[in-house]
């Protein structure tokens, strides 16, 4: 149980391999090692990557101020910039540049047309 359960933690095998290799049942191993990773990082324990968001408490919003919106719609309609470039800018997110530039523009040929 000892040397499966250390195969793991080391990285060498995986849970299914050394519970195989070392004739430990997989689920006993799986406990054993459930009941230590309360205390312990996944990270270091698995050899795996971390997602870049690991650890993050809560999500980092954007602020900006109406004017900012405004000038990266307006840099985005002139055609100094695309959208991405004029959200990036400006500090807005691109999303809400595009719905603005959506939402400010006529309403196009085909829809006139199916008004009448």
Known sequence: MTLAFNAVVTGKMNTRKAALEFGVPPTTLYDKIRELRKDWNRGTMFKTRLS?????????????????????????????????????????????????????????VNFQHELL
């Open 52 to 108: 870049k968001n690991a650890g993050r408490k809560g999500k980092d919003y954007k602020w900006y101020t109406p004017s900012d919106l405004e000038k990266a719609v307006e840099a985005f309609r002139s055609g100094k910039m695309n959208g991405r470039q004029a959200a990036e800018y400006y500090g807005v997110p691109v999303g809400t540049v595009y719905d603005r530039v959506a939402k400010t523009k006529p309403p196009s």
